[in-house]
Each structure stands twice: as structure tokens, then as C-alpha cells.
């Protein structure tokens, strides 16, 4: 897959570049206005990850000469301004997602693959791993083309894990993805332990142990 | 006034009695002539006596009392009576005259005197009651201008000039200080949007740095935890970040949003993602609607911050039960002590313990949205039951 970060925040931009790249992704990188929208017209991409603010400009006019040019790209937009205007604006200028600063970069992964699914297979959203395949449209995994049956929490958790792969999560990442943060419960993460176990519990039946745990109290989907 | 009006008396006492002297001299002086000429003495009484004596006296001046039949009262009257000699026979004639009483002279003064007050009291009245409007007409208009003001406003303050000195001086200072007053309020608002803003960007760094760490090195189990430590911290402040900027917004009037809003099914809504996550035990069961008027994001703000508050401060494996009416949401959650000062509840960062890492804004935001929407939101510590009450009134449908 070939992505675009046009993020003006070098360091923030470096991360996202070295997060994504894992998965063997192409990345390439715009770090002002002029350059973003430079390579958007020169260039296809898959995903487009855009900041609003880059310094010279606003990201929002990159996103309309994305779409005017008939761009296919999946465009997330990123920004420090979580106001609900500035939201709404983006969405309604063609955006496909959008993330408030500070975001975790396996939230902003999962999005993007989200992103890719859909544009991938115009609605028959799928995804396979080993003996696991995922229907994300009827919401569904099946293991050996079984149904497990999973709470909606369970079926995120394994959606995330997924698209997430081969990377550590920490409990505060996940409890993050699952409850968003609008919630105070911050000194209290143990409800985590309880959704993961019981995934756990449903995928070890089947045989599928792909859950592991790294440095003790984080997880991570591994390959065996 | 008093001693103006003693003196007075006084003074036209003495002049009217010199006036009568005079006259009743020069009436006495006639008919001391007319008697010389030998005409045979008359008289008039009261008024004039002739009466011929036998022996001269000195004269001599009184005021008397005469019954006066024509008005029926007794009169004063002034009387000289004079011993004189005229062609070798003793008369002596004895003259009167009517003198205005004490009590006429004083009434009339004082009737006078208290026209004169009265009119002069009315022209300076008037004179002046104009003369202030006129005066302070621009001193009041800008008074109802200052009582529109609104810190909030871009443009400044619009006085009307006064002639005045005074006026002009005290106009300045109020142009000054309300300038000052609105900058400083547009530059706290600024500030904390700013703030809020700018710190969004290093903590994505800080927070994409550490999960960048975790997966590429090889760390060990303490070094894991000290970052996802971190990654707590930073949850923390961008929650208290949100929060912040939530309750400025809420003060700066920015949610103008209203919707009907069902509180049920935002309420359901609330404890089935409860329910599922926590496997919180939340009786709630309304089948009825309840609409309130409010701005759909606060009114889930406030549900989710009301509901985790119970939650997370219920005794172990007790329920959380909610009531919600017409008239309003009760939200019970059981507890041993009741707080220790329920008056600081909503205050900002109150904590009754250090035990538990809230924000410490839930509740003061909760607080924040029942003043905007003139909710009465009311705690009680009831049979081991910590009860919050929030009485909808104006808006409700």
C-alpha cells in the first residue's frame, strides 16, 4: 500500500512513517502545504493521512484539491483542534475518518485499514488471517468457517488485534480503542483483562492461540 | 427665616403705631385749632372726645380696649389725650384711632412670606430639576450603555460625549477599563484555547515516540512499564485537556445547538456500554420517552459523566439504580459515608481521596450544563445511598 503523510511535525510524522512501515506499506511524506499538495496532484495514493494545520496552509484545501482532481485515495484527517465544526467540515468535504490529537498509532493503523477495506473491496469488507476470517460488515468471525459467537467488545477487541498485528498493545491503548476517551475511568483498566480473557477463552477452543502476552501485562497478535 | 420674620413684625409694629401717632398729633393739632376759632367744641366717640375740665394734666398716650358694636368685638385703639388751654378754658381732648391688631400684622406676614417661599420654592424646583436632566441626560444614557455591556463583545463600549469635564474624565476611565476588562477576557479565552490547542501536537509526538519504543526494542518487563505508566499520563492529560476545554466552552456560550433530545435513549444507551465494558450492575428501566431541550453532545456528556460517577464510587458489587421522570433524573448509588463536604462536590478538582486518578472536572462539568440549561442539580446522602437530582424546569417539554 502507498500512504501520504502530510504532516508538518517531523517527529510526529517520522513515528507514523516508521508505525506503518512495519507492515511493509510505501510512505511518503509532505511536511508543508506547497509539498502536500504538490504530491497529491502528481501521484496516486491509497491512504492520505492529512494534518489540518501544516503550516503554510490548510489542510482542508489540500483535501478539496484531492477530491476535485477525482483522488480515489482514502483521506484520515488528523489535527490538534478537536472542535466538532472542524470535524463536521472535514467529513462533509469528502474525508473518510478523522482523529484528534494525540491519537495512538495503532488506532490511527486500524483506521486506515478500515479505510483500505472499504475502498478495497466495495463493500465486501472481509478480512482473513490463517483460520480466522472476519466479516465486517455482518460484524462476524469465524474460525475454520465456524461462527464464534462474541459480545460486540470481544468482536472489537479482535478486529483491533487483527489490524494490529505483530505489535505490542498496552492495556491503555486498548482501553483506549474500546471506550474511547470520554470516559474517567483512567486509573481503573482491569475491565481489559475480563474482554481479552473471555476472547481468549472462545478463540482456544478453536484452537487459535494467536493472543500473546508481551512483558507481562501487554498483548500482542502474533503468528506462531 | 424666624428671625427675619420677628424683625419684621417688629418693624412694621413700630411704623404703623408712628403712623398712627402721627395722624392722631395731627388730628388733635385740628381741633385744638378749631377750637381757637371758637368754634364749640364737639364730639365723635370713640374717635374724638372734647371735654371741658378744671384742671391741666400732662398728656399722655395708651392703647385701649373699645367695644366696637359694628363688628361687635372689642377693638384696639390708640388714644392720645392731650390738657390744653384755649381761650382760658381747660379742655381735654382726647383723640382715638383703630391700629391694626398684632395678630392681623403677624398672620399677614407670615401668609406672605410663605407665598414668596412657596412660588420661589416651584420656580427653583423646576428650574433646577430641568437644569439636572439636561446635566445628566448624558450621564444616564451612558449608564444604561454600561449596564449592556457584555465582556464578551468584539466591538467597545459606545459613550456619548459630555461637555463636562467630570463627565469626559469618567467616560475615558470607563472606555479604559472596559477595554482592559474585554482584552484581558479575549486573551484568558485565547490562552486557554491555545493552550489546550498547542499541547495536543507534543503529546501525539510523546505518545507516538513510546509506542514506536515498545515494538522495535527489546525491553524489559520494568522499562515496558514504565512507558505504559507514561501512556497513562498522557491519557490523563488529554483527558483533563478535553475536560478543560469543555468547561471553557461551556462558559463561553458556545454550544447554541438544541435539540429535542430523548434522555431515555441516551440514558440506555449509556448503561448498555457500561453494562458491556464493566459488567456493571445498572438498574434502569423507562419505557417512556423524556424529552429535554439541550444540545445532544452535553446531554450525553452529562449522562455518561453522572453514570460514571456512580459507578466508579459504588460499593463493591452494589447496584447503581436510575430514575428518570418527567420532571427529573435521579441517579442512586449505595456508599458507606455520606461526602465529607457536599458543598464542594461540583467544585473543580475536589477529590474526596487521592485514591482513585479522575480529572476531578466530571462533576463540575455536570454542574457546568445543568447552569446553561437552568437544571437544579441537588446531592443527597440518603439510607447509605449517595443520590445526585436533577430537577428539569424551563426546558422541559
Given at each position: 500500500m502507498k500512504f501520504l503523510i502530510a504532516e508538518d511535525e517531523l517527529d510526529l510524522q517520522q513515528s507514523i512513517v516508521t508505525y506503518l512501515e512495519r507492515d511493509a506499506n510505501v510512505c511518503e511524506v509532505a511536511s508543508n502545504y506547497n509539498e502536500a499538495l504538490q504530491k497529491v496532484e502528481l501521484y496516486d495514493y491509497d491512504v492520505i493521512i492529512l494534518d489540518i494545520n501544516l503550516v503554510t496552509g490548510s489542510g482542508l484545501d489540500v483535501l478539496r484539491a484531492i477530491k476535485k482532481s477525482k483522488h480515489t485515495a482514502g483521506v484520515i484527517i488528523i489535527s490538534a483542534n478537536n472542535s466538532l465544526d472542524n470535524k463536521l467540515e472535514g467529513l462533509d468535504l469528502g474525508a473518510d475518518d478523522y482523529l484528534t490529537k494525540p491519537f495512538h498509532l495503532a488506532e490511527l493503523n486500524s483506521r486506515v485499514k478500515a479505510i483500505l477495506r472499504r475502498g478495497k473491496f466495495g463493500g465486501d469488507e472481509t478480512i482473513e488471517f490463517n483460520e480466522i476470517k472476519i466479516d465486517t460488515k455482518s460484524r462476524t468471525a469465524y474460525i475454520n468457517d465456524i461462527a464464534i459467537n462474541l459480545t460486540r467488545k470481544e468482536y472489537d477487541l479482535l478486529l483491533f488485534f487483527i489490524t494490529n498485528q505483530d505489535r505490542v498493545l498496552s492495556k491503555e491503548i486498548i482501553a483506549e480503542h474500546l471506550w474511547?476517551?470520554?470516559?474517567?475511568?483512567?486509573?481503573?483498566?482491569?475491565f481489559i483483562y475480563v474482554h481479552i480473557n473471555n476472547l481468549r477463552k472462545k478463540m482456544s477452543k478453536e484452537?487459535?492461540?494467536?493472543i500473546k502476552t508481551a512483558y507481562g501485562s501487554g498483548y500482542k497478535f502474533q503468528n506462531n | 427665616m424666624i428671625a427675619s420674620t420677628i424683625a419684621l413684625y417688629f418693624y412694621t409694629k413700630q411704623l404703623l403705631q408712628n403712623e398712627v401717632e402721627e395722624e392722631l398729633f395731627s388730628t388733635e393739632a385740628r381741633i385744638e385749632n378749631s377750637l381757637k376759632s371758637n368754634t364749640q367744641p364737639f364730639s365723635l366717640p370713640p374717635v374724638i372726645e372734647v371735654v371741658e375740665i378744671s384742671d391741666l394734666k400732662e398728656e399722655f398716650l395708651k392703647d385701649t380696649l373699645i367695644y366696637d358694636p359694628s363688628q361687635s368685638e372689642d377693638e384696639v385703639f390708640r388714644e392720645l389725650s392731650t390738657f390744653k388751654k384755649i381761650n382760658n378754658k381747660y379742655y381735654r381732648i382726647t383723640v382715638r384711632n383703630l391700629v391694626v391688631e398684632s395678630k392681623d400684622i403677624l398672620i399677614a406676614i407670615v401668609v406672605s412670606y410663605f407665598i414668596i417661599i412657596l412660588l420661589a420654592f416651584i420656580f427653583l424646583y423646576y428650574l433646577n430639576s430641568e437644569g439636572n436632566r439636561k446635566l445628566w441626560a448624558p450621564f444616564f444614557k451612558n449608564l444604561e450603555v454600561m449596564k449592556g455591556?457584555?465582556?464578551?463583545?468584539?466591538r467597545p463600549i459606545k459613550m456619548l460625549d459630555s461637555d463636562i469635564l467630570e463627565f469626559r474624565e469618567l467616560n475615558n476611565e470607563i472606555l479604559m477599563l472596559t477595554k482592559k476588562v474585554r482584552d484581558d477576557y479575549q486573551n484568558l479565552k485565547q490562552f486557554t484555547e491555545d493552550l489546550s490547542h498547542e499541547m495536543q501536537t507534543p503529546l501525539a509526538i510523546m505518545q507516538a515516540k513510546i509506542e514506536n519504543i515498545i515494538n522495535e526494542k527489546k525491553l524489559s518487563e520494568d522499562q515496558y512499564l514504565q512507558f505504559s505508566s507514561l501512556q497513562k499520563d498522557i491519557l490523563r492529560l488529554k483527558q483533563l485537556n478535553k475536560r478543560l476545554t469543555l468547561l471553557t466552552k461551556i462558559e463561553n456560550n458556545q454550544f447554541i445547538n438544541i435539540d429535542k433530545i430523548d434522555l431515555t435513549k441516551i440514558i440506555n444507551k449509556t448503561v448498555e456500554n457500561f453494562k458491556e465494558l464493566f459488567d456493571a450492575d445498572i438498574h434502569f428501566s423507562e419505557a417512556k420517552k423524556v424529552f429535554v431541550l439541550m444540545d445532544p453532545y452535553l446531554a450525553e456528556v452529562l449522562c455518561n459523566n453522572l453514570i460514571s460517577n456512580a459507578v466508579k464510587h459504588s460499593e463493591e458489587s452494589k447496584p447503581v439504580n436510575i430514575t428518570c421522570t418527567k420532571e427529573c433524573l435521579i441517579i442512586k448509588n449505595a456508599g458507606n459515608t455520606a461526602i465529607a463536604m457536599p458543598e464542594n462536590?461540583?467544585?473543580?478538582?475536589?477529590?474526596?481521596?487521592?485514591s482513585n486518578h479522575s480529572t476531578g472536572l466530571g462533576l463540575a462539568i455536570v454542574k457546568k450544563i445543568c447552569e446553561l440549561y437552568d437544571f437544579d442539580i441537588s446531592y443527597k446522602f440518603q439510607d447509605n445511598n449517595h443520590m445526585f437530582t436533577i430537577l428539569f424546569k424551563s426546558t422541559k417539554i
Open positions: 474511547g476517551d470520554d470516559s474517567d475511568l483512567v486509573d481503573n483498566f482491569d484452537s487459535a492461540k494467536y | 455591556f457584555s465582556i464578551k463583545s468584539n462536590l461540583f467544585h473543580r478538582f475536589y477529590r474526596e481521596s487521592n
